[in-house]
């Protein structure tokens, strides 16, 4: 399966951190990479069809002064479509004046929906083909920019009309808040004041986010496999829709099954 990586704050945050944790895991999973950082209502989009083990975008990421406060990132292993940079997460759309990005860790079957002229897939993924229905849906349920309450509303509803599919883990946000869905595995670590040093699951790195932090900062970071050794990750539960804002998570909640 893929690796998914996002981060929520309420200030721009440095990802050098964890993405060099979360880059050695593309060993296994090399299919190639992206991410998709907010900048203002901007979004930054790098993507490469090579292994960010050894991609020069990758090497380049490392050391690039990534600072949002909305981050989504991903390391794929193909299950649909052919390794190709038309395939390789995340995705992105715009829909009523705003940048979305999603990418998706799973694989969905017999999954065809009906898409109209507004959302089609460029690449051959059951991801971005998911990622289109959902733009499409939330277009069709809301004439306007929506509250981060109402669109968690609707995406409660629309989410379970893919699970029966197959696995659905995604990570969704349009730079105002992220959506992460959990189908198997997904764990998040919310940072805090006091903050204290991290050390690296993947890689020999630490870090004192104390040095690098302001008493008022909050960050909430969602990964596919905890990434560090010694924080407080919690494990988000099958069937469960997660929303965070400004660094706090706002909602918690299962999705009913649709079988």
Not at 68 to 87: D, F, P, W
Request: glycine share 6%.
């Amino acid at each position: 399966m893929c690796q998914l990586l996002g981060l929520n704050a309420n200030t721009p945050t440095d990802l050098v951190f964890s993405f060099t944790g979360f880059a050695q895991r593309a060993v296994e999973h090399k299919d190639g990479f992206g991410i998709g950082f907010f900048e203002g209502p901007g979004v930054r989009l790098f993507v490469d069809d090579q292994s960010a083990h050894l991609s020069p975008v990758a090497q380049m990421l490392r050391t690039y002064p990534i600072k949002s406060r909305h981050i989504i990132a991903h390391i794929r292993k193909a299950t649909q479509g052919r390794v190709a940079l038309e395939n390789t997460h995340p995705f992105q759309r715009e829909m009523w004046g705003r940048y979305w990005v999603f990418a998706h860790n799973g694989n969905l079957t017999h999954f065809q929906p009906k898409l109209h002229a507004a959302f089609h897939p460029v690449g051959g993924t059951d991801s971005e083909r998911a990622f289109c229905w959902l733009m499409q849906e939330l277009a069709k349920n809301h004439a306007s920019l929506p509250t981060v309450e109402a669109l968690t509303e609707t995406l409660a509803e629309l989410v379970p009309r893919i699970t029966p599919h197959g696995t659905f883990n995604f990570l969704l946000s349009n730079g105002e808040a992220l959506w992460a869905h959990c189908s198997t595995k997904l764990h998040y670590v919310l940072r805090r004041h006091p903050f204290t040093a991290a050390e690296l699951r993947d890689d020999d790195v630490q870090i004192d986010f104390a040095r690098h932090t302001t008493p008022q900062d909050r960050v909430a970071v969602i990964v596919t496999e905890p990434l560090t050794r010694n924080e407080a990750w919690q494990a988000l539960q099958p069937g469960e829709l997660a929303v965070f804002k400004e660094g706090e998570r706002l909602m918690r909640g299962r999705l009913p099954v649709v079988t």
